[in-house]
């Protein structure tokens, strides 16, 4: 038997996952490892009269944490204007998909742009 389940980081950190049982099982954790073992316990009790014989696959996807130009601007620590000017000078990653409503990143894409960004900024601080 195989189960279809999705996982994500929340909005305020915490870990979310859905198994596409009838009902469906939800578990959470404060870091992905733990949500994990929630949602496998939870199944496992989701599932009592399996025959013991029976091997279930638990198929998790894992949804990546997009940013939009207010997210990534939190993380640099800048307003949305200096995001903005990043973009339309080709300095800043590329987003992965631009909708009507703006552009979105990998919040980790934006994350690594902001250590290596700071990385330099440190460097050239040195050098004076």
């Not at 000078?89 to 979105?104: E, V």
């Amino acid at each position: 038997m195989e189960i279809r389940a999705s996982m994500r980081q929340g909005t305020a950190g915490r870990w979310e996952a859905r198994a596409e049982l009838d009902p469906p099982v939800m578990a959470s954790g404060l870091s992905r490892d733990r949500c994990m073992a929630a949602l496998e316990r939870a199944v496992r009790r989701a599932l009592p009269g399996r025959s013991r014989g029976e091997t279930v696959v638990l198929t998790v996807e894992v949804q990546p944490t997009i940013a939009g130009v207010a997210e990534a601007a939190e993380i640099m620590g800048w307003d949305k204007r200096r995001i903005i000017t990043y973009i339309d000078r080709g300095s800043f990653p590329p987003p992965i998909q631009s909708l009507a409503s703006g552009r979105i990143w990998l919040r980790s894409d934006v994350e690594r742009f902001a250590a290596e960004w700071r990385e330099r900024r440190a460097r050239r601080a040195k050098r004076s």
